[in-house]
C-alpha cells in the first residue's frame, strides 16, 4: 500500500528534456504541468512531497530515476544520463526526513525506471542507463538471494517501459518485449504490443493509474478483474514526448 509519494514540478526548461526521438510537436510546458496535476491527484489519499522544480534539470520531474526506496532506505542513485546527474541531491534532501539515505558512488550508475519489486523479488534491468556496478550496489542492499538481472535490448529505456507489478502476483507485460519466462509464477497481464506504452502502469493498493488513451490496454485490465472503478486514467502526451510515463513521475514508499 502507497501511503507517501514523491513528486518534483516541471521546469520551463522541460521543453528540452531527453527524448530518444525529436517530437513531431513541441512539449507545451502549460499543458504538462496541468497534466502532472492530474497524475498527482490520482493518487488520492496518499501523503505528497512535492520538490521544487530546477531549470538546470529539465528531466527533473522524472524523480523515480533518483532513488530506490528498500524499507526504511533511500538508495540515491547516479542517473545513467550525465546530464541528469545532479537531479539526485534535491530529492535526497526531500526523502531524508522519512527514510535513512544510501548513496551511490561513481563509477556505479542506476535508474530507478530499471527496478522493480514483485512479491519477494527484485527485478533490475541492466540497460544503457544502469551499469553493473550499479546493480551489484542494488543487490547489497536489497539481499543479492531477491535479485533478478533482466538483460534489455537497446529498444527499452527501462525495465517499467515493459513491465509493471500490478496486484498480487500479477505483472503487466507489453507483447513481444520480454519472455513471460523471465518472471515465473506470475500471472501475466498482456499488453497488445501496439500498446506498450501503456504497460507502465502504477499500483495503489487495489487501485490502477494507467496512460489515458490505450483501449485495449483497458480491455486486458478488464478481463484480469480490473473493472472501471479500479482504473484511473491520466493523460500522458507531455511526458511521453520526453520519453516519459506514469511510474517515473514519483517515488512511492509506505
Sequence with gaps: MVTRALFRAIPDSFTRAISRETPTEPIDVAKARAQHAAYRAAFGDARQVLVDADEACPDCVFVEDTAVVVGTKALITRPGAPSRQREPSAVAAALAPYLDLVTMEPPATLDGGDVMFA???????????????????????????????????????????????????QLALADESLSPDVFPGFEIVRIPVAETYAANIVALGGRLIVAEGYPRTLEALDRAGYDGGDLCEVPVSEVQKADGSLTCQSIRWS
Excluded at 551499469?131 to 543479492?144: D, K, P, S, W
Design 119 to 169: 512479491n519477494d523479488r527484485c527485478y533490475v534491468g541492466k540497460s544503457t542507463r544502469t551499469n553493473e556496478a550499479g546493480i551489484e550496489m542494488l543487490g547489497r542492499l536489497v539481499g543479492r538471494e531477491r535479485l533478478v538481472v533482466v538483460d534489455l535490448p537497446p529498444s527499452v529505456l527501462h525495465l517499467k517501459c515493459v513491465v509493471s507489478p500490478l496486484e498480487g502476483d
